[in-house]
């Protein structure tokens, strides 16, 4: 079963992660997700295989997000998924998907309860 990865080489546990798959000798697809966005559609089977709803994927710390809730206010969940399509910088990082599952790589060793 084919396995990927939402990867931002910018990232340290992006990084990681990525390294700990080829470590166990996997080959993920790799997805640069912000340069090929999801689409809302993408991003809401994501969050399912993740069981985690659109406000708890957020990177709260990303200025973006603060210039986004001053002028909006805190997000709910349909917000906030509109601001991570919009916006992929948003989007916590990095996600391993396998078939119906999926992990956020924080830390890096999370990922390897879906393989």
Known sequence: ??????HNPRCSKSRQTLDLL?????????????????????LTEVLKK???KPTQLLRTKEEIYRELVAKSGKPDDATALTWMTEHPKLIERPIVIKGAKARLG????DVLEIL
């Not at 080829?22 to 993408?42: F, I, M």
Request: hydrophobic fraction near 35%.
């Open 22 to 42: 080829a470590n166990k000798g996997l080959k993920p697809e790799v997805r640069l997700y912000l340069e090929n966005p999801p689409s809302r559609a993408e």
């Open 50 to 52: 993740l069981k985690l």
């Open 106 to 109: 924080r830390p890096p060793e």
């Open 1 to 6: 079963m084919a396995i990927q990865i939402y």
